[in-house]
């Protein structure tokens, strides 16, 4: 049997100022692996050398995270991968600067004629909109949108509680978001109110 203590959340003062600094957040789609991970920091120039640590997140969590030996080699990696989509062997990786997180948030009950660009512009107010995805419907041979709208936010840790559950336009459309890692039993809790 597993015996788990429980402790409240680290805080800043837990924190090694110096190594935070030095380390990138790495967030893998399926079939992310460290090996994937060295191959691409290897591909932009970083070397064993310029790396103190790579370590990775619980099984499952396609997670890791990168801790250069010096600050400047971290934002030089980071200023080559920042918001963009690195793909190693047919897998996603993005790369985010320590302190961030990515979110997945799905947008239900949004007809497809509001544009993408109103759904960026209100996720923006939250952190940095990293993509819009139209989610796919299949039934049998007849595939289609069903107007779902998956958005890839860069947010600050802890702060995925910030994103609304529910948007309301005054012309009477409510959109439901549901965003990983918010508990659904607060979606009609939490509003956005957007006037004209």
């Not at 993408?116 to 209100?122: F, G, N, T």
Request: aromatic content about 6%; overall charge negative.
């Amino acid at each position: 049997m597993m015996t788990v203590m429980r402790f409240p959340a680290l805080t800043k003062e837990c924190m090694i100022d110096d190594a935070v600094e030095r380390t990138v957040k790495v967030h893998g789609k399926r079939g992310a692996s460290m090996i994937g991970v060295i191959n691409i920091l290897t591909k932009n120039g970083v070397a064993d050398t310029d790396v103190e640590c790579i370590s990775s997140g619980p099984p499952g969590s396609l997670q890791y995270d990168v801790t250069f030996k010096e600050k400047d080699k971290c934002l030089t990696f980071l200023n080559c991968t920042k918001h963009q989509s690195v793909t190693h062997n047919n897998v996603l990786y993005r790369f985010l600067k320590c302190g961030k997180q990515i979110v997945h948030c799905r947008v239900h009950w949004l007809p497809a004629f509001v544009g993408d660009h109103v759904i960026a512009e209100i996720f923006g107010k939250f952190g940095t909109v990293l993509s819009i995805e139209h989610d796919t419907l299949k039934v049998g041979d007849f595939v289609t949108h069903p107007g779902v709208r998956v958005i890839t936010l860069e947010i600050d840790n802890n702060k995925e509680d910030s994103v609304p559950n529910m948007i309301e336009f005054e012309c009477a459309l409510e959109p439901l978001s549901q965003c990983e890692g918010v508990n659904p039993s607060a979606y009609t809790a939490k509003k956005l109110v957007m006037l004209g």
